[in-house]
């Protein structure tokens, strides 16, 4: 249980790191270039849409964007004309224009509830297995 639980914790808050730096790569040095939606698959609960893009002549794709998801265009289709922001250092580091995260700006809090959670699962089940310890040896832990 505590490993399931650290490890929920170590994921949610590897992600949001990595979502912060990406930001930051493109804050640095920010390429405005126009994407297209060129694949749109049906999956449970909506549709995943992957992105391509060209930057200094080298063409990029990618599926990890909000795209359809509360950003604009909110109903992409194959064609649809997508603004990006990519990193001119790193240009597979993109995000949609008007975003902060590459992820999409709600995916941060949901994964710093994910970290909380994990955490707090992680010190119940620390907790719970010192307390079965102290009643199991009388009070004292053997090393």
């Not at 790569?25 to 939606?37: F, L, Y």
Request: aromatic residues 6%.
């Amino acid at each position: 249980m505590a490993a399931v639980t650290l490890g929920a914790a170590l994921a949610g808050g590897w992600s949001p790191a990595g979502e912060i730096s990406d930001a930051r790569r493109i804050d640095a040095s920010p390429v405005q270039v126009q994407g297209v939606v060129d694949r749109a698959v049906p999956v449970k609960g909506g549709t995943e849409y992957r992105v391509s893009y060209r930057v200094g002549g080298r063409r990029f794709a990618t599926g990890d964007l909000p795209v359809g998801q509360g950003a604009e265009p909110a109903d992409p289709e194959v064609g649809t004309a997508v603004c990006l922001e990519a990193s001119a250092e790193r240009p597979e580091t993109v995000r949609l224009c008007g975003q902060k995260y590459p992820g999409g700006d709600n995916l941060i809090p949901a994964e710093g509830l994910l970290v909380v959670a994990g955490t707090t699962g992680t010190l119940m089940a620390v907790g719970w297995f010192v307390m079965v310890g102290r009643e199991r040896f009388g009070g004292t832990m053997a090393p």
